[in-house]
């Protein structure tokens, strides 16, 4: 393993905060590398700002803010199942302090698309009835991530939180001027979720990308901590 201290932002996903990445960010911050683990509004220790006006542009502010007011630079810049939605949009707003790209068992979105639509159509159905009460989106249950380890249960449940609905409904506005970066893409194969089978073939075919097929689940940052940090490590 390399010698090499790295500087990691480990965005999370939809109804999570920074919180789900306790375990990661203890093995990697021991191994002497620099990790924070910011919060996007209305989740996380910002659960309480949770409203109707949040929306896809916030979240990438949130994270843009989070690095200048770190003043991080060089940074790995890892995002989760939803957060892989913010990336992009980060490198095109700062790209002087980032890397590169770790994409986590999530989404890689094309410009003008949304979350709904890599969604199958109950998905989107569920979205749609959010915005029609516009209510916030309640989240999955664990046991659709396969998770049944009752610490973990207990550690989520009191954390995790509503997601605003116009996360998952606007289209991500990815410049064509937003310089490449070196990206990554780690596939959890003990998640059956076909939109990140798409994305992972979709950055397969960069031939300056690397795609990771791991026998994990999809919140593997908590059921196998120790399996993520090295793969993280190994990519950064």
Aim: glycine share 6%; net charge negative.
């Amino acid at each position: 393993m390399s010698e090499q201290r790295h500087t990691f932002v480990l965005v999370a996903g939809a109804w999570f905060g920074g919180w789900v990445w306790r375990d990661v960010a203890a093995l990697l911050t021991r191994q002497g590398h620099t990790v924070t683990t910011p919060d996007c509004t209305g989740l996380g220790e910002r659960r309480h700002l949770v409203s109707d006006a949040i929306h896809l542009s916030l979240h990438v502010d949130d994270i843009t803010n989070h690095l200048e007011m770190h003043d991080l630079h060089a940074v790995t810049l890892v995002g989760w199942s939803y957060g892989g939605m913010l990336l992009a949009s980060v490198v095109a707003a700062c790209p002087q302090r980032i890397e590169s790209l770790i994409y986590l068992d999530g989404f890689v979105p094309e410009n003008g698309k949304s979350v709904a639509d890599y969604s199958a159509p109950e998905v989107v159905a569920s979205f749609e009835a959010c915005r029609a009460t516009n209510s916030p989106v309640p989240p999955l249950s664990l046991d659709v991530f396969g998770v049944s380890d009752p610490a973990i249960v207990e550690f989520v449940q009191p954390r995790i939180a509503m997601q605003p609905w116009r996360t998952f409904l606007d289209k991500a506005d990815i410049t064509s001027n937003s310089p490449h970066m070196p990206t990554s893409y780690i596939r959890c194969e003990h998640h059956c979720y076909p939109p990140f089978d798409e994305a992972a073939q979709r950055v397969d075919r960069d031939p300056h990308a690397r795609v990771v097929r791991a026998p994990m689940g999809h919140l593997c940052m908590l059921t196998q901590p120790r399996d993520t940090s090295e793969i993280l490590l190994s990519l950064a």
